[in-house]
């Protein structure tokens, strides 16, 4: 089954750092665009950043320069590199696989939760 499983969510004080892992299978991944999305409590889920097949990067204007989003298609695996981490950033962040007849699908997400 086409399926993602993140992973690299816990608790870190502000400024420090997290590594989060969304493991793919099923599919050809190397072709599908990946993305990394975020929800607050009681708040919208918001993209954080996107990835695409031929490795061109986006990134939400709250995370840019921080965060840093990379793929590895040997390893099925996408990948968020988060840096000088803020309270804010505090949500559960999903992985997001859109595949080429432009099905999405979801991952279970991560809870990352940043103390002051």
């Known amino acids: 089954q086409v399926q993602l499983v993140e992973s690299g969510g816990g608790l870190v004080q502000a400024g420090g750092s997290l590594r989060l892992s969304c493991a793919a299978s099923g599919g050809i991944f190397s072709i599908n665009a990946m993305g990394w999305y975020r929800q607050a409590p009681g708040k919208q889920r918001e993209l954080v950043a996107t990835?695409?097949?031929?490795?061109?990067?986006n990134y939400a204007d709250s995370v840019k320069g921080r965060f840093t989003i990379s793929r590895d298609n040997a390893k099925n695996t996408v990948y968020l590199q988060m840096n000088s981490l803020k309270p804010e950033d505090t949500a559960v962040y999903y992985c997001k696989r859109t595949r080429a007849n432009g099905m999405a699908y979801w991952g279970k997400g991560t809870l990352v939760t940043v103390s002051s």
């Open positions: 990835i695409t097949s031929s490795g061109s990067t």
